[in-house]
């Protein structure tokens, strides 16, 4: 057992040029060579870096790693300015280890079960449909993100949650601001206590008048309004963003692959298996962490009590070792085993959500506009990397009109 000497300055970010959907090819050298490296974070930290599949998941089930915020740094680029996080409010379970994260999580498991999320699929076509009709009338070119991608999860979300669609635009805003990378401190906090403040009274309207959705059904027990209100934070801020961003950069790499996105045309049937392939190849929330609660041998290293260790999704789900010719996006690979959802017992919760949304909104696209494409040349969009999610900022699509 050794311990690493020092050899990365911080986390490789800077993507190969021409080239949006691949991850910094400093990722994939260290994952042939150093696995687990030893890393500076922004703010000073002396932690580690780990770019293998196996490695991160082998992390990720450990208990012996924490999620706790005041226990982790981040390693992306800007965090240097920012303070250190405080242990996680009541109810903001992903910021938790057990036994506090088992008891929330185990209060929403069974609202976001496989057979439930089927359930809701008829709605998101139904809101899928009233979109592409709306694009239709408005007619080309559009902002894929505006008009498409961003408001089909956040109209989800809002009938899942119970929140009025009509304050999508507060909201979305808010959750922006805290995923904002360039983001000064201040503005990160008061997105969050607006917020909080937001699903504070939304907790109290629904104490008081129940209606049909998650938020109300969890009301009805034992948890205070500052823990509901927190659920309500994470599930919102979770609930669209992510989605968005997919179905956005999604679309974009089909549109740069034709000839998948033709494979994908021509049979539906192969829908599930393109989007657990998106979701490899894309690897939005790209970068994840965890800390040493005591000392932990991986790898032949010393990963000491107190060290971070950064988690790299994106390097992990482009491995050879899991995945054959992972540079490659093949909507007919069996991408089974990606973390594009995490591992372990904070594998994230609204997966069967997201991937009802990416399998109803994917094909119903293409389906409706078979001559979509970008309306600007590809260096032209604007990517999303000042943020903790990567994506776009906008698509600007065509097509033919009829």
Same mark, same amino acid.
């Given at each position: ?152 999860? /956040? @109209?989800?979300?809002? %009938? =899942?949650? #119970? ?5 999508? &635009?507060?909201?979305?805003?808010? $959750? ?115 800390? /040493? @609660?005591?000392?932990? %041998? =991986?790898? #032949? ?5 107190? &060290?971070?260790?950064?988690?790299? $999704? ?25 973390v594009s959802f995490g591992h372990g017992v904070h594998q994230c919760l609204g997966q069967q959500l997201a991937r009802v949304e990416m399998r109803v909104a994917y094909p119903a696209l293409i389906s409706r506009f078979p001559t979509l494409r970008l309306a600007v040349p590809p260096e032209e969009v604007p990517l999303r990397t000042d943020s903790d999610i990567y994506g776009v900022h906008r698509l600007p699509v065509t097509w033919d009109k009829a």
């Open positions: 057992m050794t311990e690493s000497n020092l050899s990365l300055a911080g986390l490789p970010v800077t993507r190969p040029a021409g080239c949006p959907f691949d991850p910094p090819e400093e990722l994939a050298r260290l994952r042939e060579q150093q696995p687990l490296s030893r890393m500076v974070f922004p703010d000073g930290h002396v932690g580690w870096l780990v770019t293998s599949h196996a490695l991160l998941r082998a992390v990720l089930a450990d208990t012996r790693f924490s999620s706790r915020h005041e226990l982790l740094h981040s390693p992306l680029p800007g965090a240097a300015s920012m303070e250190r996080t405080p242990p996680a409010p009541p109810g903001l379970f992903i910021g938790m280890d057990a036994p506090d994260h088992t008891r929330y999580r185990s209060l929403l498991t069974g609202k976001f079960t496989v057979r439930r999320m089927r359930l809701l699929t008829e709605r998101v076509e139904e809101i899928t449909t009233e979109h592409l009709d709306a694009m239709e009338r408005h007619g080309p070119p559009v902002d894929l993100m505006e008009a498409f991608a961003r408001p089909i999860p /956040a @109209l989800v979300i809002c %009938e =899942l949650l #119970g929140v009025s669609f009509a304050d999508r &635009e507060s909201f979305q805003r808010h $959750v922006a601001t805290v995923n904002d990378l360039d983001a000064t401190p201040e503005e990160v906090q008061g997105a969050f206590v607006a917020l909080q403040e937001y699903l504070h009274e939304l907790v109290l309207a629904k104490r008081a008048k129940p209606t049909d959705d998650l938020l109300s059904d969890i009301a009805d027990g034992d948890l205070t309004d500052e823990e509901l209100t927190n659920i309500g934070v994470l599930l919102l801020g979770g609930g669209f963003d992510t989605t968005a961003n997919m179905l956005a950069l999604g679309t974009f790499a089909l549109l740069r692959h034709p000839g998948q996105l033709a494979a994908l045309r021509a049979d539906p049937g192969l829908t599930d298996q393109a989007v657990e392939e998106l979701l490899r190849y894309l690897s939005i929330t790209h970068t994840g962490m965890r800390t /040493a @609660l005591e000392d932990v %041998e =991986l790898d #032949g290293h010393l990963i000491r009590a107190g &060290e971070c260790v950064a988690l790299s $999704v994106q390097a992990a789900n482009r491995d050879p070792e899991k995945f054959a010719d992972p540079d490659t996006l093949d909507l007919h690979r069996k991408a089974v085993g990606h």
